[in-house]
C-alpha cells in the first residue's frame, strides 16, 4: 500500500481523504463565474459506506478543484444522501428564494435519499450559493415505495417551460422522466424502458440536449442512427449508468441519440453506444448552465469491480476531466457513417508554468526495430501529456508478422514498471496494457483487467492501403485519459505502479519495418 498522498491527481477532482464515488449536482454559478461538482463522499473511510454524504469541489478553470467541506449530510447513520442534480431556480419557480438570493446563484438540490425502506426523492435549498443546502420541511417531493428507483437528473425544458427529472427504476430497467413547474410536484409523462445494454441495473440516468452537425449527409447513406427526416437543429441525448454488466466488465456509460418532446424521449436506435471504452469511467453527469449551450459533463473514474480496493491511501477514487461533447458523424467502416458524441478534454493550460518539457520527435518516419528513447528529469510532478498521430501501410505486412506500434511509459524509479500503448495492425485494434507493475494488488485483482483494447478506425481514409490514426493522452499520477481521433473514441483508465506513478520516460518502437509512418510524435510533462 502506498501510504502517502503522493499518487493522487492533481487536474482530475480527488476527496481530500476517504472515499469518493458519483458526482452529483454539477452546476455553473454565472454570477461568480464558479463551477460546483458535489460527490458521493464518504469522509471517515477509503470505502462506500453509510452515511454516505455530498462532499463539495469548486473551480474557476475546470482544471484545478478546490475542496470546499461537506455540502449536506444525512443526521443519522443509517441512511445516505445518495446521487442527485442540481438546478439554478432563477425565476424561484420553487417559492424557496427571496430577493436577497441572486437569481444566478438559486441552486436546488434534488437527489435521492436513500433508508433501508425505500429510496425516496428529495429536494433542498441553497441560500449561500451552493456552500450549504436546506432541506425541504415537505420532504420527499416523489416516492413509489421502491428500494430501487434512485438518481434524479433534473434540467430545464425550454420548449415546454419544465423542469424536466430523469430518474432510474433501476432494476426494472426503466428511466421515468417526470416533469414539474416547481420542483416540488412531479408528475409522470414517460418511460423509456430497456433500451441498450441491461447488465444487472440501470443507474444515473440523464438527459441533455445538443446541436446536430450541420453537414447534410449524402442519400443512400446505410446507418439507422441518423435521423431521416428531422428538421430539428438539435438532438436529445439520454445517458444511462450500467453496473455490472458493461462490455468491458464491471460499470460503464452508454448512450442514445433521440428526440425529446417535453413528455416521451424517442431513441433514434436502441443499441448502445459506449461513452468511453475504457475500464474507469461511470455515473457521467453534464452541468446545469454550461456556459455557450455546451454540454460539459464529469464521470466518476473507477469502476465497482475494483474501485473500493485500488491500492492507494487515505483517499479513494478520482473524477474524470471535464469533457465537451458534441454531436458528430463519424466514419465507423468504408461502409457507414454514424451519429455520435465527439469528447474533448477541458484543460486550462494556463495552470500550468512555461516550463514544461516539450519533446518532439522528429524523423521517425524511418522508426525501425530499434527502439526511440527519451528520459525526463526527474522533477516530475506527474502530469504528462503526448500526441502520436500515425499511418499504417497495409501492403508492407501479412498475417504472420507481428506488426506493433508500441509506447512504452516507463516510471521513475523501477524500470520494470510501464504502461504499454499500441496499435497492432494484423488485428486493427490500439492496445492498452496497464500490466507491468511491481504493485502486487495490480496482478491480483480478478477483475482489474491489464489489458484492454479500442476498436481503432482510422480518422482519414487516405487510400485503399493506408490509414491514418490519431491519439491524444494525457496521464495526471494515477490515470490515464486516451482521446483518439479527435475525442470520437476514448478510454479512460486508472493504473497503479509499485513504487512511484509519475512517468519518467517514454519509448517507442515497432515490431516490423516499413509498416507505420509517424507524422507526430510530440510529449511534454506539465507543471502546475
Ligand atoms: C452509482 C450509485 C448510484 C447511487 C450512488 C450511491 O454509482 O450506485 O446509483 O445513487 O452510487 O453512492
Redesign the pocket.
Known sequence: FNTTQDNKPLIHATPPEGWM??P?GLWYDSKDELYHMYY?YNPNDTV?ALP?VWGHKTSKNLTIWDDAGIAMAPTDTIT?F???SVVVDYNNTSGFFNSSTDPRQRAVAI??Y?TPEA?VQCVAYSLDGGYSFIQYESNPVLSNNSTQF??PKVIWHEESQKWIMTV?K?QEYKVAIYSSSDLKDWTLESEVEKVGVLGY?Y??PGLAKISLPDVVLESGSNNKTIPNSSSSKDAWVLFI?I?PGAPQGG?YVEYFIGDFNGTVFTPFSRETQALDDGKDY??FQTFFNSPDNSTLGVA?ASN?QYGQYVPTYPWRSSMSLVRNLTLEYFQANPESKILKLKSQPVIDYDCFTSNSDVIKFSNLSSLSTLDSIYSFSNSSEGILEFNLTWSVNSSSYDNHDFADLSLKLRGGLNPFEYLRLGYLANVNSFFIDRGHSTNNWVNENPFYTNKLSVNLQPFDYVNDEISTYKVYGIIDRNIMELYFNDGFQVSTNTFFFGDYNYISSVELSVGKDGVFDIQEFSVRQLHL
Open positions: 464515488n458519483d452529483n458521493q462506500w454516505i445516505g445518495y446521487s442527485g437527489y435521492t436513500n429510496e434512485r438518481d432510474a433501476t441495473q443507474e444515473c449508468s453496473n460499470s461511470y455515473a466518476w465497482w
